[in-house]
């Protein structure tokens, strides 16, 4: 019993905290700010953890009693119980996950509970407590308890589903799985089915653990293809005609794929070889060979086109079937063009992106007519090729900006929201990410009118990124000030202007990059609004003279932004001043920019479709489309997107194209 107490004060404070925990669900905004102002009650709140943190619960549930209805409280309740979590608490938890079910402190305070149950082998109540968890761990206790409870068929499957994994899963499911396997739930097709997803993965040493599932001979060829996986030239000395298993073509083409990647047209005349001399039936190993044409045309290989036009339209997977337009584009082979055009699925045929290129084939092989009728139905749609339809039709460019009200109920109810309060006083006290996460959970819940409100609702708050992607789940796409804010402008401005800079081009970046999220970090460790590296970030911080003590420094909005700044000058000033090739470089980096230039000089717009990274030619396009609404919210006249788009040269060009930015720097 902590600090000594009763357990009738126990239960006296717990009642208080129930108390508590019902007036925050059922109080609004205006309820919130009365007594104690909105201020010292965050005061309280950090207080309050901090006295839980060092033990201090006399002093926590004083400042719990202050706090009365603030939205935060039950994150207090959650970590308390947290620390006290016991089966002996049990009735205070299920009233807790009760009253906040499916919120972030409840599903908290379950994933630990559960886990404690699962600890004590208390398997009724832990399948009465489960909801659907993330947690594999909990997954697999979930088995468990389904096994225990005499659920068997549900717990067979519950462990099929868990085991098809590519990657090692968490020691809390050996006992599932060693119950699914002592009652024939494991199969040799799911053996192999699991040995194929970790070979996928890059995780030969879990395929290796799985052969102790296999009969002796298909060990044998577990263990060639672990060979392979070392060695995938050893394919090429196989006898496939004479020797032939059910996972050959697996094998086959693991190994194709690894020497594809490092010499896609050695590869080819490699597989041509193979398969003529071997028998290897095309229609069977189609896979293996749109794997060899794809990685042929996003190297620019000589050769690439002809091997797909050999490829039938019916082998064609939808990766080719788009590569094979944009090597014929490359190539300026606009007959070509329309005829792979032609051979796109229905489907893509209807995308904005390959109706566009119809357009421009049918422009340069002299229909012109259907050209513009092909250019006037993309015009109207605002984005990147609809503003290049704009220019190729003469049109003037617009953007058009419809500001979306919200009506006062609307604002009213979203306000009310509990999971909406706790996400926006987490965003008062900086706690960015879990701020993120409660807005996102609160938002999946609701309607069209209520995600306006809300979108208004972070816009007042200067919450930006969650005003545009609450803006753009109600499809509100034309209000540009709540979809396209200027936060930081001062810093953008100055940065714009020390580095003759366009400050629309930093704005449509740090958009794309972090949606102005200045805490944010990316898997791959970019940091901060202008998504920085940290190993960049010191370059760039030698190049001002400076040293970055601390990647955490990039998360500061000045330093991101003139970092950022400095690093995109760099790329520009590098790279024929071509803002298209620029934008590649800061998202892929220079040197992989430098590789995909062509041979000749070739048009952007060409050379930005043929940019061989998906994330990269996507990231392109939007930037550009960006820079345009944001030279409108700067004050600007809108500038063509050919203008940015004038011819990319060939590495080593003493062609310069003339200073993009100066010509469109702002007053």
Request: aromatic letters at 8%.
């Amino acid at each position: 019993m902590p600090c000594g107490r009763s357990p009738v004060m126990d239960c006296f404070l717990r009642l208080i905290m129930c108390v508590l925990v019902i007036t925050a669900g059922v109080m609004g905004p205006g309820d919130m700010a009365q007594g104690a102002g909105l201020e010292q009650k965050r005061q309280f709140f950090v207080q309050a953890e901090e006295a839980l943190r060092k033990g201090q619960r006399q002093d926590f549930h004083g400042l719990l009693a202050k706090l009365g209805d603030y939205p935060l409280v039950p994150y207090l309740l959650q970590q308390d119980m947290d620390k006290r979590m016991s089966l002996h608490i049990s009735n205070e938890i299920h009233s807790f996950l009760r009253l906040h079910d499916g919120s972030f402190p409840a599903e908290t305070l379950r994933g630990k509970w559960l886990g404690m149950l699962a600890q004590n082998g208390r398997w009724s109540q832990f399948l009465s407590d489960y909801r659907p968890q993330s947690s594999v761990e909990l997954q697999c206790f979930y088995g468990q308890a389904l096994w225990a409870e005499n659920k068997r068929s549900a717990a067979m499957d519950q462990a099929a589903a868990l085991w098809l994994s590519g990657t090692s899963r968490p020691k809390s499911c050996d006992p599932l799985f060693g119950a699914w396997i002592k009652n024939g739930g494991l199969t040799r097709d799911l053996a192999w089915q699991r040995i194929g997803l970790a070979m996928a993965a890059g995780q030969p040493g879990l395929a290796r653990y799985l052969g102790r599932f296999l009969g002796p001979a298909d060990k044998k060829w577990l263990e060639y293809w672990l060979r392979v996986d070392h060695s995938p030239g050893l394919i090429l000395e196989h006898d496939w005609a004479r020797e032939r298993h059910d996972q050959m073509a697996a094998i086959l083409a693991h190994g194709m794929r690894k020497l594809t990647r490092a010499d896609a047209s050695r590869a080819a005349q490699d597989w041509e070889r193979l398969r003529q001399s071997h028998g290897l039936d095309l229609e069977r190993f189609a896979a293996i060979e749109n794997d060899v044409v794809l990685f042929m045309s996003l190297r620019f290989e000589p050769g690439a086109l002809e091997r797909l036009a050999a490829l039938p339209e019916h082998l064609r997977d939808d990766r080719v079937r788009e590569w094979a337009v944009r090597t014929a584009l490359r190539r300026e082979d606009w007959s070509s063009v329309l005829r792979m055009l032609d051979a796109l699925a229905p489907k893509q045929q209807q995308d904005a992106r390959w109706r566009y290129w119809r357009a421009r084939a049918l422009q340069e092989t002299g229909a012109n007519e259907q050209a513009q009728v092909l250019y006037q139905t993309l015009a109207d749609e605002q984005n990147y090729y609809g503003m290049l339809a704009l220019d190729h039709l003469g049109r003037k460019l617009e953007v058009y900006h419809t500001p979306m009200e919200a009506s006062d109920a609307a604002m009213q109810r979203v306000r009310s929201l509990p999971g909406l309060q706790r996400a926006v006083e987490l965003h008062a006290l900086k706690r960015y990410g879990p701020a993120r996460s409660e807005w996102q959970r609160a938002q999946t819940r609701l309607d069209a009118e209520e995600l306006l409100a809300a979108a208004k609702w972070a816009q007042q708050l200067g919450w930006h990124d969650r005003a545009i992607v609450a803006a753009a789940a109600a499809g509100h796409a034309k209000d540009m000030e709540l979809r396209f804010p200027l936060p930081h402008k001062d810093a953008i401005m100055t940065q714009a202007r020390l580095k003759n800079l366009d400050p629309a081009w930093i704005y449509g970046v740090m958009r794309q990059e972090s949606l102005f999220m200045c805490d944010v970090g990316s898997s791959a460790g970019a940091l901060g609004l202008m998504q920085i590296m940290p190993q960049t970030g010191r370059r760039i911080a030698g190049w001002h003279g400076e040293k970055l003590s601390s990647s955490r420094l990039l998360l500061q909005p000045e330093r991101n932004i003139r970092y950022g700044t400095t690093y995109l000058r760099r790329q520009l000033d590098e790279l024929q001043n071509h803002p298209a090739l620029a934008t590649a470089a800061y998202n892929a980096g220079q040197h992989r920019v430098k590789g995909w230039l062509p041979l000749s000089p070739l048009a952007a717009d060409i050379w930005v479709e043929t940019i061989p990274f998906n994330e990269t030619r996507n990231y392109v396009e939007k930037v550009l489309t960006y820079m345009t609404v944001y030279e409108i919210r700067l004050g600007r006249v809108p500038t063509r997107l050919s203008a940015r788009l004038p011819l990319v040269h060939p590495a080593g060009s003493q062609t310069q194209v003339a200073d993009f930015a100066r010509g469109l720097q702002s007053p």
